[in-house]
């Protein structure tokens, strides 16, 4: 059983920071690639960031090379995103995800969703 629950957004002006935390409650997310999903009102859920199982290779969206930065805390079973540099087009729900397998590919169990709002 996989249960994801996202913390940390919040509202915050542009240039700011914030660190979006996403807690496994369960053990079978443990041994799977994690990821970060970020959805506007009408638009489809996008890819923002994702990090594999093992190796630990990280991947990003382009619009947010440079400024997040995905992090596997294998310890509390856990991923995090630390996002600093923050642009009002980083404004949306932002979605934790687990993957079918070891690197990012498919997504098969999402969180509920936190909120990152950024004024200009």
């Known amino acids: 059983q996989v249960e994801l629950v996202e913390s940390g957004g919040g509202s915050v002006q542009a240039g700011g920071s914030l660190k979006l935390s996403c807690n496994n409650s369960?053990?079978?997310?443990?041994?799977?690639?994690m990821g970060w999903f970020r959805q506007t009102p009408g638009n489809e859920r996008t890819f923002v960031s994702g990090?594999?199982?093992?190796?630990?290779?990280?991947y990003y969206a382009d619009s947010v090379k440079g400024r997040f930065t995905i992090i596997r805390e294998n310890e509390k079973n856990a991923i995090a995103l630390e996002m600093s540099n923050l642009e009002p087009e980083d404004t949306g729900v932002y979605y934790c995800a687990k993957y079918r397998t070891w690197n990012v590919g498919q997504v098969d169990s999402w969180g509920q969703g936190t909120r990152v709002t950024v004024s200009s």
């Open positions: 990090i594999s199982w093992g190796s630990g290779a990280t």
């Open positions: 369960g053990s079978a997310a443990t041994f799977y690639a």
